[in-house]
């Protein structure tokens, strides 16, 4: 391999993780190289759903692709006579295809300085003393630093020996074109259903000409996923389909059990394994993790012995400890069903107001779980 110009940074994978990353080092003036495997706009496989906690991170261009908005989110146990609405003020949630909004981000960096090259498949990494040697369908490049934001599978990670994503739950996705009133019926607001996946969930996103409807499993062996989806629209009344698209891909539930930068590599996004284990939502994190990997960089000031630690404790700070509070509550809500029909039962309400203030940013699990008097004062019990 060789080739002329070092980077101060390449980043692989144009998602909200890369693209996000790309365009802070850019900001920051570094020089940086944002190589996509796909020619943008790409499909992604993703409800699409951007919290509030997460546009907070996007740059304003970013409302040109939002397709609607929605201040409220329904949450249903389906079998039940549990339905709660969350209404805020505020947005809640935006939504998008990815395909439009991963291709602006990736301009936006392009436009803040950084050299986007799309239809180049990073096929070699090789990490060499001063630098990253990158092999791709385009040529070769060289960097200081490499972001590994290449997603869920990352052959960046697995290449250079990371260990596997501890917890990948199965999840589809599909686009659904109906009737123009099928459509009105699950337009006013996204909802999320329980009960109609085993140890995990199902919903409608509302979009502007279709809606995408998912599903997601965190039992193994995974459930028939497909043939649920189709009971579960089956229930909703959904049946009269004029055209349906078919996705599938796995959402990686838990970070990666070592560290997630080593020398000149650090890891973004799902790559990583950032999502949020209750709400399975993976753009926030990946968007801040893309974020924190920049400021480690340039506050390192790309220096081979600070990096990788400082990153590292960013991530302790601002992410992984909360996927940690996190993980405790999925477990409750996933594998106790008859725990969690109690709870909504007795505070359905106040539960759904903390799942939107974890939406709208304005609170965290690991807040939550350090004050046991949130939850006296939840269940309608006086703290000590
Ligand atoms: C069915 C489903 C529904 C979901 N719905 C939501 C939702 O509504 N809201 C939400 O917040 N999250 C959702 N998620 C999770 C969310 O999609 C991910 O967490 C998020 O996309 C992670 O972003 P990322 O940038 O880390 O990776 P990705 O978005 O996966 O981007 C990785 C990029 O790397 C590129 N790449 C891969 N290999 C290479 C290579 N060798 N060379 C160059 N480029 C490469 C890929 O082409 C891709 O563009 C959903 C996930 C699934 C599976």
Redesign the pocket.
Known sequence: MSADKLYDAAV????????SAALALARRGLAVLL????ALP?Y????????QR?YQLLPPEMAHVVERTFNSVELNFLGTNLHFVATRTEPMVYMVM?AEM?CLLAHAARDAGARLIES????NVRVKAESVELA?AQGNFRAQFVVA????????AKALGWADLPALAP???YELHLPAEDLARFSQRPRFDFNGSAAGYA?V?PKRDHL?V?I?STRRPCPDLPAQLMKYLAQLGITRIQKMEK??????LAPRREPLARGRVLL?????G??DPVT???????LL??QLAATALAEGSLDVRRVAGHYQSLLEQNILGELRAGRLLAKVLYNYPRVRHWAFRAQGKALSDFVAGIVMGERNYASALKSPASYLKMFGRKGG
């Open positions: 692989i994978g144009t998602g909200p993780a890369g693209a190589l996509e495997k796909a790409r992604k496989t993703c409800g699409g759903g951007i919290l997460a990815r991963d180049c498949p990073v096929k791709t934001a290449d997603g869920v599978y990352s052959p960046t999840a589809l996705e919903w996103f995408s998912g997601l996705h599938g891909y796995f959402i990686p973004a996004g799902d790559a990583a950032l999502v399975a939502e993976g753009i926030s994190h990946a993790s893309g």
